[in-house]
């Protein structure tokens, strides 16, 4: 494995981790175990905007470089057999679903907020 690559994973996994630890984060803190008095749980509006964000950018990032590096390869393996271009694709959407898992936990924290 080329250094590039070790990067380029390394990268992909910190951004997932930071993604599903913002979201965490934001659905367990104590404002939404203990609601208040009035009934309706108190959020704070910035940790839940910081949370969502978090999860797009990051996961947006990882999506990009994972992209990069399959859609590389794909184009060198499609060269030599262009029987694997089938393959080839659903390989660079999976690649592509890193960043529309993402989007999807952002829009389940702003759903959580307001």
Request: proline share 5%; aromatic share 6%; no cysteine.
């Amino acid at each position: 494995m080329s250094p590039r690559t070790k990067i380029a994973l390394a990268l992909t996994l910190f951004s997932a981790v930071m993604a599903i630890g913002a979201s965490m984060a934001f659905f367990a803190s104590p404002a939404m175990a203990t609601p208040p008095a009035s009934g309706g749980a108190t959020l704070d509006p910035g940790m839940g905007f910081l949370a969502a964000a978090l999860a797009t950018g990051l996961s947006s990032i990882a999506a990009g470089f994972a992209v990069a590096h399959v859609g590389s390869a794909a184009i060198g393996a499609i060269t030599e057999k262009p029987e694997l271009l089938g393959r080839m694709l659903i390989l660079v959407g999976l690649a592509e679903g890193i960043a529309i898992y993402g989007l999807i936990i952002s829009i389940l924290i702003l759903n959580r907020l307001g």
